[in-house]
């Protein structure tokens, strides 16, 4: 192909004159912000429409439910990801561990997120809470309350339900229990739930509460929202019989209170669009953001000052466990050696 010269400036020029036009209008843009989300979409979406609503920065996610933080580390400086959504502090560790996080300073999330529910150095933050607690039979339990040390009783021999000890909500409750107690007693405790258990430890959380129901156990180990899932799972109306069946205790409100876990971020280290990733945990730590998040994934606001939604507030007020997720961290890796060492997810027959 051949230009004349006087084609090839005007070519030039025009885009020269694009390119201005296009830089200038930059700056007045709001952009965009990436997401890479182990949480599911509904439980999150409604936020970011309002946050987008509200700002004009434009939220891309992808939705996975495990690979994204090899993901982000494969990707290294070229990844897009400027937000890691996940939950519990095994995760959030895991990715702080792999290096694939760096510092947010913020006034505004240290105001509105409590020092036990964020990294002390900014790696990750906590924007929801959720206690772990116990589902008990409503038919055949007629305690009222209840201590996680109770449920090594041997009077709950057969009794109870759990999912894996591996799993990051159980290895974070072991955790805490070693905190308290140390590891020689939380050893011995661990012994005797494992020998309480009616089964071996297989499922999720819902799955035992199925347990109860059917009558294979009368106490199941749990997250709070699950509950509210269940409640309210139109697609899966049987769930609805499973919730129906169980009343909640929190345990150790009388003392050190209930375990409390996360689900939280992290900004990703090589964000592209670090400012608005900023940006977004602000709108999420917010009111208004802490009141969406509370009333749609039943979660309590790590927020003070923010009710957790009616259905929440139904199953009573509960003191959390002062704890900071930080030291749970520290202490996950003997928490998961000890579950290993008692065999836990053997069952309760080996
Ligand atoms: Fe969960």
């Known amino acids: 192909m051949r230009f004349s010269s006087a084609r090839v400036i005007a ?22 912000v990436n997401i890479y989300s182990y949480r599911q979409p509904y439980l999150i979406n409604p936020l970011l429409k309002t946050f987008t609503k509200e700002t004009g920065i434009k939220v891309n996610v992808i939705f996975a439910e495990k690979g994204l933080i090899e993901r982000i580390q494969a990707e290294g400086r070229n990844s897009p990801a400027d937000l890691l959504l996940t939950v519990d502090i095994g995760n959030l560790e895991q990715a702080t561990a792999a290096g694939i996080a760096q510092p947010v300073q913020s006034a505004t999330l240290e105001e509105a997120i409590p020092p036990a529910y964020r990294a002390a150095d900014g790696e990750w933050w906590g924007l929801t809470r959720r206690a772990r607690v116990v589902y008990a039979s409503k038919e055949r339990v007629k ?40 590891e020689a007693e939380t050893e011995a405790w661990l012994r005797g739930v494992k020998a309480n258990l009616a089964r071996k430890p297989a499922g999720d959380d819902r799955l035992q509460v199925k347990g109860v129901y059917a ?42 209170g209930t375990h409390v876990n996360v689900s939280g971020a992290i900004l990703a280290k090589n964000a592209p669009h670090k400012e608005n990733a900023v940006k977004l945990l602000e709108f999420l730590a917010s009111d208004e953001g802490q009141r969406m998040y509370a009333e749609v994934n039943n979660e309590y606001p790590v927020k003070k000052g923010i009710p957790p939604s009616d259905l929440v507030k139904s199953w009573g007020d509960f003191k959390p466990d002062p704890i900071t997720l930080d030291e749970i961290g520290d202490l996950r890796k003997k928490a998961s050696e ?8 053997e069952g309760p027959s080996s």
């Open 143 to 182: 305690a009222d309350h209840i201590t996680y040390e109770d449920l090594a009783d041997p009077k709950w021999r057969g009794k109870i339900c759990v999912r894996s000890g591996q799993h990051v909500y159980n290895v974070a409750l072991i955790a805490s229990m070693i905190a308290h107690r140390g």
């Open 11 to 32: 070519l030039a020029l025009a885009s020269f004159v694009l390119s201005v036009v296009f830089a200038e209008r930059l700056p007045a843009e709001a952009g965009e």
């Open 215 to 256: 009558g294979e156990c009368d106490l199941a180990i749990g997250n709070t929202y699950y509950m509210g899932a269940m409640l309210q799972n139109d697609k899966q109306p049987e769930q609805k019989e499973w919730a129906n069946s169980v009343k909640l205790l929190f345990p150790n409100t009388e003392d050190r």
């Open 338 to 345: 000890l579950v290993d060492k008692v065999g836990f997810d």
